[in-house]
């Protein structure tokens, strides 16, 4: 029983020297997702076409309301300027 307490806790204990790996892994990981969310971003803000916005965003105004915070903010006037 001593000998495979000892030999579980030695497996462990061994495992511990992977963390530096994790660590840097996971720091890949957030970088690329962050990378892949600033891309979307920009093509969704401003790259899209606005064809493409009037078919896929304009018709809903939660789309709109969503587009609207993401990209613009307070820029754009809630009505149009005469």
Do not use: N
Request: hydrophobic share 45%; net charge positive; charged share 15%.
């Amino acid at each position: 029983m001593r000998t495979l307490l000892l030999a579980t806790c030695g497996l462990f204990a061994g495992c511990m020297g992977f963390q530096p790996l994790v660590d840097q892994a996971t720091a890949q990981t957030v970088a690329v997702e962050h990378a892949k969310y600033q891309t979307a971003e920009l093509i969704m803000c401003r790259a899209i076409s606005i064809g493409e916005w009037m078919r896929s965003v304009g018709p809903y105004p939660e789309k709109v309301q969503g587009w609207r915070a993401l990209c613009v903010g307070s820029e754009l006037p809630s009505v149009p300027v005469k």
